[in-house]
């Protein structure tokens, strides 16, 4: 949520900014709304004035013998009046608060506007795999060596799914708990949230009023709830409506859980298999930290979500993005890119993002600091990792001429010593 106050003082540069978001804003009609409504407090305000000044002359007038009968009237009449105001700020408040909650946070300065043409490779880790033979992608790959069932997962629940089947399984497992490991080494709090959400998680998240038709919703169920689209909506209402002393920041938490998307992308070739799904497995990274620790948060949090591509052994890059390209509730973005040889492409893994106080605001989660200073916190996420893109990685960046995959030697301990996956059809 942007903080009516900017948006008092600095429209045009509200407007400017969110027009690197590609996004028009026109704020004539909210200003003139907050207008009517401060001038209306203002009056409430001097009303109830009024009306306490003329209950406490009641008992003078009664003990000098006076009719009170016309100051009862007066003060009824007044209280009438408010309640008519009360009703009317009441609609203000509610059209004040729809149209600022649909507005996207506003970009860092130093992001360039404009979507994904314009976004940035700042980094490029590893060598570009080469190989002397005829590649296979991921897919062939994976019925080759008896990890996924493409077509039971068509049968038993559609397009854009999948199952992982005996050492396909474990390899995802492995991943996941590598990932895990690694967190917990790091000295993150290992969460397992619900994955059925009530709206005001969705609204908190920043997904909500205007991407409410892009999640799972499920029917039958009061209140309703949706299927989270990442745990990141459930880890940063963990503290909502609640004030943490700075203290207990940074809160430093990553939860596992599947994620579920309304839209599971195209048929294009670069799609295929599992690269995007209606489910998919994550262990997300949220941070909480003071305002003025988020932008190291930021670089932490890039730096872990990248160390796990690099400790995988996998050729990846890190693009900044455009202010258009990141989400709607970030103010910045970067992508953490993994190469997927069969297409000569890469393909994001992780999006590490700065919310800045946008989320916080929308709900309620404050700091106080030990000199007593009073504000809103940061929050912080990054994928730390979604495994539908890095399975599909490892299996063609690590493919051998015999039609084998390699297990990446971090991964071995979890795969029960297993080095090879070979072919069983």
């Not at 007044?78 to 946070?105: G, R, T, V, Y």
């Not at 039971?152 to 050492?167: C, D, E, P, Q």
């Not at 004030?243 to 048929?267: D, H, M, N, V």
């Not at 893994?349 to 916190?377: C, E, H, I, L, P």
């Amino acid at each position: 949520m942007i903080d009516i106050n900017l948006i008092r003082e600095k429209p045009e540069y509200v407007k400017e900014a969110l027009k690197k978001k590609l996004w028009d804003a026109d704020f004539t009609e909210l200003l003139s709304w907050d207008k009517e409504k401060r001038e209306l407090i203002q009056i409430v305000e001097a009303n109830k004035a009024e009306m306490n000044k003329l209950s406490a002359s009641v008992p003078a007038a009664k003990k000098a013998g006076e009719d009170v009968t016309l100051i009862f009237k007066k003060v009824k009449e007044i209280a009438a009046k408010n309640a008519e105001f009360d009703e009317k700020l009441k609609e203000l408040d509610s059209k004040i608060h729809d149209f600022i909650a649909c507005l996207p946070n506003i970009p860092d300065d130093d992001l360039v506007g404009g979507g994904k043409e314009n976004n940035k490779v700042i980094e490029v880790h590893g060598k570009k795999p080469e190989f002397s033979f005829k590649i296979k992608d991921h897919v062939e790959l994976a019925e080759s060596l008896g990890l996924v069932d493409y077509q039971r997962g068509a049968k038993i629940a559609g397009r854009g799914a999948w199952i992982y089947t005996n050492l396909g399984a474990r390899l995802e497992w492995a991943i996941l708990n590598f990932f895990i490991s690694e967190h917990l080494k790091d000295g993150y709090e290992f969460i397992l949230p619900p994955h059925l959400l009530n709206e005001e998680s969705g609204f908190v998240a920043g997904q909500f009023p205007k991407f409410r038709e892009d999640v799972f919703w499920l029917s039958g169920l009061e209140p309703q709830r949706f299927l989270l689209p990442t745990a990141e909506t459930a880890l940063v209402n963990l503290h909502r409506n609640e004030i943490l002393s700075e203290e207990e920041l940074p809160k430093k938490y990553f939860a596992y859980t599947p994620c579920y998307r309304r839209e599971a992308g195209s048929y294009r070739t670069e799609e295929r298999g599992m690269i995007r799904g209606y489910q998919f497995n994550k262990v997300e990274m949220v941070q909480y930290t003071m305002p003025e620790d988020s932008d190291k948060a930021f670089e932490e949090l890039v730096f872990k979500a990248a160390n796990l591509v690099e400790k995988l052994g996998l050729h990846f890059q890190i693009s900044k993005l455009a202010a258009g390209d990141i989400s709607h509730s970030m103010a910045r973005t970067y992508d953490i890119e993994v190469y997927i040889p069969s297409i000569g492409i890469y393909k994001e893994v992780s999006s590490a993002s700065n919310a800045r106080d946008y989320q916080a605001r929308r709900g309620m989660v404050r700091f106080k600091s030990k000199d007593g200073r009073k504000g809103y916190v940061h929050t912080l996420n990054a994928s730390g990792l979604a495994t539908s893109r890095i399975f599909p990685a490892i299996l063609e960046q690590y493919q051998q001429e015999d039609g084998s995959v390699l297990v990446p030697e971090v991964l071995q301990p979890f795969m029960g010593g297993i080095k090879v996956l070979k072919p069983v059809k």
